[in-house]
């Protein structure tokens, strides 16, 4: 036997081959196991990812539902409260109607004739409205008289009887508005003086002009 013959290398490199033949087959499995773990590993990071943006979603939208729930809240108190102040205002316009009432039936027991703007008052200042429409009235009601003397009509009665009549309304007047006349009299505005006693602003012009009317 002799190792420069060619046989010798032949037998050599069959040898090594059916060597590396056991051994690769023992390499492929671990490589597969790897490639295994690696896609097992992908996925699970994915499964985590996709949870997590659950997870994201489901907190904004219970964000966006209790966002919701609050506006709700919101509105409804708005709106009790929008309600609230109309049953005020129509608690204040009665108020008014029912002031006004009372002052046009002083106006009568002074012999003037009730005018429009007090059958229909309103909450806003119509202070001036009602001024002329008294200064309307007033001069009718003297201009009538003066007309009936002018033809020669005796009217000693109806001349007369507004006079009787005019100390107890003016008296009915102050006495009931005691407060005004004494603010009116110590100089304070009209606007003070309907805001210390707590009435409008055109209630208190008017009574006024009923009282100068007496006093005239």
Do not use: C
């Not at 809240?73 to 129509?90: G, H, K, V």
């Not at 006495?175 to 003086?193: A, N, Q, T």
């Amino acid at each position: 036997m002799s190792f420069g013959e060619p046989w010798f290398y032949i037998v050599i490199l069959g040898a090594a081959s059916i060597l590396y033949a056991f051994i690769l087959p023992g390499r492929k499995p671990a490589g597969a196991s790897e490639a295994a773990s690696d896609v097992e590993a992908t996925l699970e990071q994915y499964m985590a990812d996709i949870e997590k943006e659950n997870e994201e979603l489901i907190d904004l939208v219970a964000g966006m539902k209790q966002e919701l729930t609050s506006k709700q809240m919101s509105q409804q108190e708005s709106i009790a409260e929008l309600r609230q102040r109309l049953l005020e205002a129509e608690q204040l316009n009665r108020q008014l109607e029912s002031r006004m009432g009372a002052l046009e039936k002083s106006a009568s027991l002074t012999g003037l004739p009730a005018s429009g703007p007090l059958a229909t008052p309103s909450i806003s200042d119509s202070s001036t409205q009602v001024t002329v429409a008294h200064l309307d009235n007033a001069s009718l009601s003297t201009a009538e008289p003066e007309a009936a003397d002018s033809l020669g009509a005796p009217l000693p009665e109806a001349a007369g009887e507004p006079e009787a009549e005019t100390p107890g309304a003016e008296n009915s007047l102050r006495s009931r508005y005691p407060e005004l006349f004494d603010l009116y009299e110590k100089g304070k505005s009209i606007d003070m003086i309907a805001k210390s006693i707590g009435i409008q602003r055109g209630e208190v012009q008017l009574i006024l002009q009923l009282a100068n009317r007496e006093d005239a």
